[in-house]
């Protein structure tokens, strides 16, 4: 190894000194910036303030009412007069209804003219197919046998439904259909009550009630000669058909 010409001109011999000097000065530069403090400078404000005159007021005047004060009362007479009463009062005496076991009790004879039996008639009921004389539809006078006049009457009730079906609206959107059983009564005057319906719906149902309650009044059912209710069953089916 060749040695260097100038050996006092070697540059790196005092390097750690100088970066020592320069770390110590790095590290007091930044503690006194940590120690400047910086104050917000005082600012100038001016405060206006608006005087005004005192308000003047004008005071109401008020009256006071002076009330007379009010008499005094009456003082009490000296000498207190006591009246004797004119008419004489009766104490009601309340006697009680109670029985005790010391009381006797007559029984009672009731005799059988003194008795008002009074008939009630009462309402029967006939079923159509055991009714001794039928009730008679529209149209069915004519006949003479009470056969005929049955036939007669279911033909012309089966015609009148038909007549006046109107299936529901509801019930074909919703496709509800099915059998509705309806019974009523045939009363003494020959008009339509008592329905009662059952069914799978009750759109169905109203739409069978409907039809039964606009039957033309028929003439009464007869039985011993005498007008009865007459009680008749029929069912009512609601299909749809694909066309």
């Given at each position: 190894?060749?040695?260097?010409?100038?050996?006092?001109?070697?540059?790196?011999?005092?390097?750690?000194?100088?970066?020592?000097?320069?770390?110590?000065?790095?590290?007091?530069?930044?503690?006194?910036?940590?120690?400047?403090?910086?104050?917000?400078?005082?600012?100038?404000?001016?405060?206006?303030?608006?005087?005004?005159?005192?308000?003047?007021?004008?005071?109401?005047?008020?009256?006071?009412?002076?009330?007379?004060t009010p008499p005094p009362p009456?003082?009490?007479?000296?000498?207190?007069?006591?009246?004797?009463?004119?008419?004489?009062?009766?104490?009601?005496?309340?006697?009680?209804?109670?029985?005790?076991?010391?009381?006797?009790?007559?029984?009672?004879?009731?005799?059988?003219?003194?008795?008002?039996?009074?008939?009630?008639?009462?309402?029967?009921?006939?079923?159509?197919?055991?009714?001794?004389?039928?009730?008679?539809?529209?149209?069915?006078?004519?006949?003479?046998?009470?056969?005929?006049?049955?036939?007669?009457?279911?033909?012309?009730?089966?015609?009148?439904?038909?007549?006046?079906?109107?299936?529901?609206?509801?019930?074909?959107?919703?496709?509800?259909?099915?059998?509705?059983?309806?019974?009523?009564?045939?009363?003494?005057?020959?008009?339509?009550?008592?329905?009662?319906?059952?069914?799978?719906?009750?759109?169905?149902e109203d739409e069978a009630g409907?039809?039964?309650?606009?039957?033309?009044?028929?003439?009464?059912?007869?039985?011993?000669?005498?007008?009865?209710?007459?009680?008749?069953?029929?069912?009512?089916?609601?299909?749809?058909?694909?066309?």
């Open positions: 190894m060749k040695p260097k010409k100038n050996p006092n001109a070697e540059i790196g011999r005092n390097s750690s000194l100088y970066f020592m000097i320069g770390l110590t000065s790095v590290l007091f530069m930044t503690w006194q910036s940590f120690e400047v403090k910086f104050y917000e400078k005082e600012s100038k404000v001016s405060e206006v303030v608006q005087v005004t005159d005192e308000l003047k007021e004008d005071v109401p005047i008020t009256e006071m009412i002076r009330t007379a009456p003082s009490a007479p000296n000498v207190i007069e006591i009246v004797n009463d004119v008419e004489d009062v009766k104490e009601t005496i309340i006697e009680s209804t109670e029985s005790s076991q010391e009381t006797y009790i007559e029984d009672a004879v009731v005799k059988i003219e003194d008795v008002d039996v009074e008939e009630v008639e009462e309402e029967i009921v006939v079923p159509f197919a055991v009714i001794e004389y039928v009730p008679v539809f529209p149209g069915c006078e004519n006949l003479q046998t009470q056969a005929e006049r049955k036939e007669c009457f279911n033909q012309k009730v089966q015609e009148h439904i038909k007549e006046n079906f109107n299936y529901p609206p509801s019930a074909l959107e919703m496709g509800i259909t099915g059998r509705v059983y309806v019974q009523f009564v045939i009363d003494t005057q020959g008009r339509v009550s008592g329905i009662q319906k059952r069914g799978p719906d009750k759109l169905l409907r039809i039964i309650s606009i039957l033309p009044k028929v003439t009464p059912g007869q039985q011993r000669g005498k007008p009865v209710m007459v009680k008749y069953s029929i069912p009512i089916n609601f299909i749809m058909h694909n066309d």
